[in-house]
């Protein structure tokens, strides 16, 4: 069991920079690829970026490629949503998601345990 809580989300303008993070708490956590997903409203979540699990191998959507990067500390349970030049269409409800497979996948349906949530908002 992995529990993930998000932090990091707020107001920013057009052009500006966040950082999210999401710790893990629970076992192995260095076993499990990881991955940033958002969703807008009225839209389906969607996959933003993924990181293996030894933070070697790294996959963006192309919309943030660029501009977005991810990466973990495996020590201290944690992972990074470094976002950059941002967007008024990078608006979304962002979302981190464990998966108990080493490996990225895009697909929502692969991760096995996801945070609540932190509320990004680019204002132009």
């Known amino acids: 069991q992995v529990q993930l809580v998000e932090s990091g989300g707020g107001l920013v303008q057009t052009g500006g920079s966040l950082r999210l993070s999401c710790a893990a708490s629970g076992r192995a956590f260095s076993d499990y690829a990881m991955g940033w997903f958002r969703q807008a409203p009225g839209k389906e979540r969607e996959f933003v970026a993924g990181?293996?699990?030894?933070?070697?191998?790294?996959y963006y959507t192309g919309s943030v490629k660029g501009r977005f990067t991810i990466s973990r500390d495996n020590a201290k349970n944690m992972v990074y949503l470094q976002m950059n030049s941002l967007k008024s269409e990078d608006t979304a409800v962002y979302y981190c998601?464990?998966?108990?497979?080493?490996?990225?996948?895009?697909?929502?349906?692969?991760?096995?345990?996801w945070g609540q949530g932190t509320q990004v908002t680019v204002s132009s």
């Open positions: 990181i293996s699990r030894t933070g070697r191998n790294t």
């Open positions: 998601a464990a998966r108990r497979v080493p490996f990225i996948t895009i697909a929502t349906v692969e991760y096995d345990y």
